[in-house]
């Protein structure tokens, strides 16, 4: 292919990815935006190089060079001690599903049983097939959907009964924070919190940090993707103080299960932890402001968004249920106007609803005045759904573009001072 017709071709599919990206009403819950001081070690030359082996100790027969790379290691170690107080900061994996799959390889045998969270309370749908395919059995956790927590008697008394080797917790949808110190555990039942979604609200102490409330003999990892309220690039994470886990995972990642670290990842993800450690308690109290009072604008307009005793969120996610033969009607919908929203069938939604995400409308540094619009359109969007026209499209679409001429991100540190790093 010669140049020009490369470029064209590229222009093509670029131009209306970029006319997304300003245009759209972000309301993901599972997508953020990267700060250019976040984004820029992306392009660092680390991730042209390799290194093998543990993170804990420099594994001499190594590849020339990586000796400098390995300190980058205990740069992340510093930063997730004081974020989050963990003794062991791992970020070789590549991504929240990652993550957990080489933690399930890592800890577990063919034939074990593990406690998974169900997708339809909330947890992620990847997991049962992952657990399968590797051969563990699954038990799902008893859910109580009217308190929207777990029923921890039950599980406490089934991890011995039933021999469970580990517990997964793994929630997409969440708006309140599982009480982990509940569980009664065993010496040998690992504890595996996949925190994708909440990570940046648990780095601030908006919520629990079940790494200060457990013992380092008790066997918890905190875990995830740092990619959603931790806006950093898309990579993994995986904390501990437990001693013993620390020695079961740090040799099995590399070079057993991954060979090559994306080292530029792991570089991005220092500078995120390193901007977070400074507006993150601003931004995330922010976030938690936002998701409740959009919530509270919506239920205002009839909406019908769950909540639990008053509470319409304590993180970053908002539900609402429609009735099913409406709820798939709306996404369409707003796909036509790029507001981007998650459809949902699940009993935590009561069977039909949606997902809204304010991570990134609450970095833009958008206040009651941009969420009353948002409010206003989400209301227009149904309407028009369920009456079958398009009256108020005119009126939707210019409220989206006035909005997005404010899309300008807060809670950054400036990059110039670190650019003769990066640009070459």
């Keep these: 292919m010669d140049f020009d017709k490369f470029y064209d071709k590229f222009s093509n599919i670029y131009e209306p990815i970029l006319h997304f990206e300003n245009k759209s009403l972000p309301l993901c819950a599972a997508e953020t935006s990267l700060s250019d001081f976040v984004r820029y070690p992306l392009m660092a030359s680390v991730q042209e190089k390799y290194i093998l082996g543990s993170i804990i100790n420099y594994t001499e027969q190594n590849f020339i060079g990586s000796r400098s790379l390995f300190e980058i290691y205990g740069l992340l170690n510093e930063l997730c001690k004081e974020l989050f107080h963990c003794t062991y900061a791992d970020g070789r994996t590549l991504t929240g599903v990652n993550t957990i799959s080489t933690l399930l390889m ?245 069977n039909s609803g949606i997902r809204l995400g304010v991570q990134q409308i609450a970095r833009y540094g958008w206040g009651v005045s941009e969420l009353e619009i948002i409010s206003d359109i989400l209301e227009n969007i149904y309407l028009d759904c369920i009456n079958g026209t398009h009256k108020q499209y005119r009126s939707i679409s210019y409220s989206i573009e006035e909005l997005s001429k404010s899309k300008n991100l807060k809670y950054t540190l400036d990059i110039t001072k670190f650019l003769k790093f990066f640009v070459r």
Aim: with cysteine.
């Design 106 to 350: 890592s800890l577990f045998e063919i034939g074990d049983t593990i406690y998974i969270t169900s997708p339809e309370y909330g947890g992620h749908s990847s997991m049962p097939k992952i657990c399968q395919r590797l051969g563990i059995h699954v038990i799902e956790m008893p859910y109580d959907i009217n308190n929207m927590d777990f029923y921890y008697d039950e599980i406490n008394k089934n991890i011995s009964e039933k021999n469970i080797k580990g517990i997964l917790v793994c929630l997409s949808d969440m708006l309140f924070q599982p009480n982990l110190s509940l569980i009664d555990f065993t010496e040998d039942t690992v504890l595996i919190y996949d925190a994708t979604q909440v990570l940046g609200l648990i780095a601030t102490k908006k919520l629990t940090n079940f790494l200060d409330s457990f013992s380092q003999d008790t066997p918890f990892i905190l875990a995830g993707s740092t990619h959603k309220t931790l806006p950093g690039p898309t990579n993994g994470i995986i904390m501990t103080n437990s001693k013993k886990l620390m020695d079961k995972i740090d040799k099995k990642i590399n070079p057993d299960y991954l060979r090559n670290i994306q080292m530029h990842q792991i570089l991005s993800l220092i500078f995120c932890l390193q901007e977070f450690s400074v507006f993150g308690t601003e931004y995330m109290n922010a976030v938690v402001d936002s998701s409740n009072v959009l919530a509270k604008l919506l239920s205002n307009k009839e909406f019908d968004v769950i909540s639990q005793n008053g509470i319409f969120s304590n993180t970053h996610q908002i539900f609402i249920h429609l009735p099913v033969e409406i709820t798939h009607a709306f996404y369409l919908e707003c796909q036509l106007y790029d507001v981007t929203l998650n459809e949902r069938y699940r009993k935590i939604y009561k």
